[in-house]
């Protein structure tokens, strides 16, 4: 084919996608965009499963579009690339998380902190890129984006294993080294072990504190200790093991999106403590004021992470081995997969094995 | 008179509440001697916190009674003991809300006492001793020298008295939060004692202050007199969304219960907004006020003796002090009942030496 012609052409993209509300995930074809100068076009091996495309297939959060290919923890190699993109080449393994696009020339965007663009951040799926496209996820055999929102995977990673990395893995990452509660001897606090709970605990051990686990259920102890390396566990709904934590504790991360009272938490972290909430409740968190003044504390918030600290992130697991524990499934397990993530019955994650089981149709 | 004299104990003349009425009436009782390592002071002047008022109502349930208030006194140093150093006789000093606290542990060391488990308040608390503490609506002050302050010479006594409580309030938290960076943009919640002292530290910080307010005829002072850039009326929620995302921090001294996710609102990214009152009820906020823009929400409570000492020196160097109603001590019940409702421009100051007469 004549190369005008061929690098004009979109290419069709085999998925599987939501219809409506009822969030049944089901084979679906779309067309990419064909791969601009900018872009970075990859064959799709891996895709996390996110408690947030549980969310957006129901339209929990009230703005989804349909046909919806979730998806925003892809990872793949690299089958063609624009005539600008210098950073990445053919064959190389790289990934895609929640962003594809934003204006790059706000204050956040030059900052790296993409996510909080002021004009507008497009995110991976059911969202309309500033060329009115739909964004689909990488529930799908292709992905086309533009170069700076593409990341290196580290090559000595199991790639299944480091395709959460790019939305679980990052989420906690970022705000424990903003918030600067990566100290080495400090005493670490997680609430909730889930896909962010697990990858917290893991992020803690390798920046050297000592990590106490928060959970609901004392069935997740042997596992926290054992297989994630927690130095504590103590179960939140029993006020004895609550109480004889207060003042022990110098940060924590708080992953859990159900509604529950933040004062039992607060009242664990030292003076000067910290905790940030990563999961987003729905109602109003309840905080008594004197749980902040009296050991002058606070309550932060934090969503994902920018480009370049993803980059970070994946380099900083490439050097310590860090990956996510996950089940990888078909695709064809995957209205399974969601209706067991939803009583959060998975440890910690479901991966799509897209490479194997979903087959381009041509 | 014979050494033995330093033994004795000094009577005090006060006004003290003697039930939860919280009336205010005279009053006498018995300081300790001076002790080797004490400071005694003839009181000048006293503040009237908000504080005062709570308790003496007995509104946190741990009010003993008779209740002697005043955390934010000043005075004249009429006798040290044998081991002071720091102060001399006739030197102004001030104490402010704490007499006492453990010392060597962790919160101590960092000169954070107000964190001590074991801080001791300088009234309605009981001290090391067993002893009642009695706050500075009185003639006479007793206290260890390691919470007496000096007062710069410069500042007129009587507005500088809330210094010491409502003064320190905002500026701790200002420096530890480093909401204090000139060319920011800095609000504040609430615009009574603790709140006009945050508009004039923001300013002396080189900031850009907004005032929320749900008062709407506050403007006009907290302009012209306080140096207030902007004030935002915040029961309208046209200029609040106006303000969507303008401000880099955010102080707010409310104590009455108010949603906070409007003010959340008006932080930029990476913003923060530190609580130094203290609603009853819970704050109600949306993690996603926080999540969206990386936000927090803080608290801070007074301050330690050596940062009280540095704001005062700070104080001192650029002339701030408060705004200040002085009143003789027989008009302290009215006070109290117009500080309930909020109508004082900024703070009482019972002017002690010239209203509280010793009976000796």
Known sequence: MAPASAAATEVEVTAWAAKDTSGHLAPFTFSRRATGPGDVKFKVLFCGVCHSDLHQIHNDWGGSLYPMVPGHEIVGEVTEVGSEVKAFKVGEIVGVGCMVNSCQTCDPCTRHLEQYCLKKVIWTYSDKD?????????????????????????????????????????????????????????????????????????????????VTVFSTSPAKEKEAREVLGADHFIVSKDPEQMKAAAGSIDYIIDTVSASHPLDPYLSTLKLDGKLVMVGIPEKPLSIHAFSLTSARRFVGGSGIGGIKETQEMLDFCGEHNITCIIEKIPISYINTAMERLGKTDVKYRFVIDIGNSLKSEN
């Open 130 to 210: 500033y060329d009115g496209t739909l964004t689909q996820g990488g529930y799908s055999t292709i992905m086309v984006c533009k170069q700076e929102f593409v990341l290196k995977i580290p090559t000595n990673l199991p790639l299944d294993a480091a395709a959460p990395l790019l939305c679980a893995g990052i989420t906690v990452y970022s705000p424990m080294k903003h918030y600067q509660m990566d100290v080495s001897g400090k005493h670490f606090g997680v609430v909730g072990l889930g896909g962010l709970g697990h990858m917290a605990v893991k992020f803690g051990k390798a920046f050297g504190m000592t």
